[in-house]
Structure formats: structure tokens, C-alpha cells
């Protein structure tokens, strides 16, 4: 089945530092791909997302770009804030059984320290 | 814009008890969901609304969780009787159906924390 599959954390980087989350899936034809993202105490909160290949979404600093070849959907910062400090989530809507059907990964917490 | 409301946002019970779980949508989002999510995991999706119809739950567990939404706004997520395994976060989130491809922007709650004994 339709499935996404996160790099483990805890991640923890510097203030300023670059930041990389990968993400794969496995789906048939060209799902949706998001990217939310969890503070704590707070909802999951649609930080980005991107409907066809080579789309790249992007969304307060962070980017990511769909491809196809690689089934990858990894999320980037050039410098990240302690602000970021949260969990990231890949998810993906595939292209049949289930419109709005969010299907999500594991999560990948992010810490930033000063 | 108020968000997603969702009570309690943490209860504990014992084993074989009931509970209810309590959600309100963002104002015109006709479309409501119910996710399950297990510590360390992403959020799944138990059932979904358009309106006052149940369109999805074919991830709902039949044989305990229940599940109403009247008048097509709030939503109730029931469990009689609870068990160990059903401590989790319960999640409810909200959109507008605009038929985009690529699915609509779902808006979540902040969570029932649900600590089973």
C-alpha cells in the first residue's frame, strides 16, 4: 500500500545551521506530497506542499522539490532558528482510494539550540 | 480566525470505561476527520465527515469507537469500553471541500491526550 518513510531523529543542529529532512514514499502514479509541522502544545500545521513532479513548495524559509525519479520529497532550511524546534511530518494524498486521505510518516522531531 | 477546538485535552481513565472525545470545526468546514495517534508515530485517519455523512471509516474499529457528527458541525468520538492499547493522541481537524487536485488543506486541533490505566 501507499506508504512514507521519514529519516528517524532526534535531529539537533545549531542556530544558522543547514537543515535536511529526508523523506521517501511509495505510492502508485503522482500522489500529493505535504509537509506539516507540529510546536508543541499546538495542531499539525500545513507547512508546505506540492501536487506534481519537479514542483517545489516552500513556505517560511523551508523548501521542498517532488521528484519523481527518486520518489523523495526531502525538506531543506539554508539556517534554521530555535523557533523551528518541532516535529516535521511527510504525507502524502495518493491519487485513488481516498480524496484528502492523508497519508503520514513517522515524524522527525528537530531541535535547534542557541 | 478561531481553530480547531478539541476537549478534553487530556483524560485518564481506567480500562474498561468510556469515554468521549469532543471536537468543533473551524467555522464553514464542512469536511471533519478523526486521526489516531500512537506516541512515536504520524497521525492515522479514523473516520471522515462531508457534512453530516460518514464517507470514510473504514479505519474505524467498529466494535468499540463510535462516532457522530450531528448537524454537520461538532463531532463526538466515542470508545466503550477502552482498553490499554487505545492510549494515544486523538486528533480532529477540519476543511472546505473546493475539489483542488491535490486535496484540500486540512486544519488540525491540538489534540486529546487519552491515557488508558
Known amino acids: 500500500g501507499d506508504s512514507v518513510t521519514q529519516m528517524e531523529g532526534p535531529v539537533t543542529l545549531s542556530e544558522e545551521a543547514f537543515l535536511t529532512i529526508n523523506c521517501t514514499y511509495t505510492?502508485?502514479?503522482?500522489?500529493?506530497l505535504f509537509w506539516y509541522v507540529q510546536y508543541p502544545g499546538e495542531g499539525l500545521q500545513l507547512l508546505l506542499k506540492?501536487?506534481?513532479?519537479?514542483d517545489k513548495g516552500s513556505n517560511k524559509g523551508f523548501e521542498a522539490t517532488y521528484r519523481k525519479e527518486t520518489t523523495s520529497f526531502h525538506l531543506e532550511k539554508g539556517s534554521v532558528q530555535v523557533s523551528d524546534s518541532a516535529v516535521y511530518f511527510c504525507?502524502?494524498?495518493?491519487?485513488?482510494?481516498?480524496?484528502?486521505?492523508?497519508?503520514f510518516g513517522a515524524g522527525t522531531r528537530l531541535a535547534v539550540h542557541p | 480566525e478561531a481553530g480547531v477546538v478539541q476537549s478534553p485535552r487530556y483524560k485518564i481513565i481506567e480500562k474498561k470505561q468510556p469515554v468521549a472525545f469532543w471536537c468543533n470545526p473551524i467555522s464553514g468546514h464542512n469536511t471533519l476527520y478523526w486521526y489516531l495517534q500512537n506516541l512515536g508515530q504520524g497521525p492515522e485517519l479514523l473516520i471522515r465527515?462531508?457534512?453530516?455523512?460518514?464517507?470514510?471509516d473504514s479505519q474505524l474499529p467498529k466494535d468499540r469507537f463510535s462516532a457522530e457528527r450531528l448537524k454537520g458541525v461538532d463531532s463526538t468520538l466515542k470508545i466503550q469500553p477502552a482498553e490499554l492499547g487505545d492510549s494515544a493522541v486523538y486528533l480532529c481537524?477540519?476543511?472546505?471541500?473546493?475539489?483542488?487536485?491535490?486535496?484540500?488543506?486540512?486544519?488540525f486541533g491540538p489534540g486529546t491526550r487519552l491515557t488508558v490505566l
Open positions: 481537524a477540519s476543511s472546505v471541500t473546493t475539489g483542488t487536485s491535490g486535496g484540500d488543506t486540512q486544519y
Open positions: 506540492a501536487t506534481k513532479a519537479d
Open positions: 465527515y462531508e457534512n453530516e455523512e460518514a464517507v470514510d
Open positions: 505510492a502508485t502514479g503522482y500522489p500529493s
Open positions: 504525507a502524502l494524498i495518493p491519487i485513488s482510494g481516498g480524496y484528502n486521505k492523508l497519508i
